[in-house]
């Protein structure tokens, strides 16, 4: 939690809220941003109520837009069908470290994700 300034420690600061584009991989994603500003030097910092950008609402939006499987869907997806992540890596010949940063709200490539949904849609679901 930010209770001061990073940069000049001072404890006075505005939470804002701004309409941003952002391109990730070549797709324009425009989301609220919400951040401190410091009230003394005009510093800006991530507010507490937005800890990470990215994986909390650029990525989520990206998922959105060009119909990706989100984390969450994965997670059900896999509990339903009792499948663990190395049997995935077996089968489809995939790198647990890469299923694991998707897991935690990373952004899956194209490709991880076509394997994926190819996966589920083949065993009934998705
Ligand atoms: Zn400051």
Redesign the pocket.
Known sequence: MNNF?P??C?NSFTEKKEFRKINVRGCIIEYNDLFNI?D??N?EFDSENNPDLLKDTVYPLYRKYNNYMTPEQFIKLKRKFQITNSLLCKKLNLVSKELLSFEKGCLQTKKLDEVLKNFFYNIGEY
Request: charged fraction near 25%.
């Open positions: 300034c940069k000049c001072s410091c003394d030097c510093y």
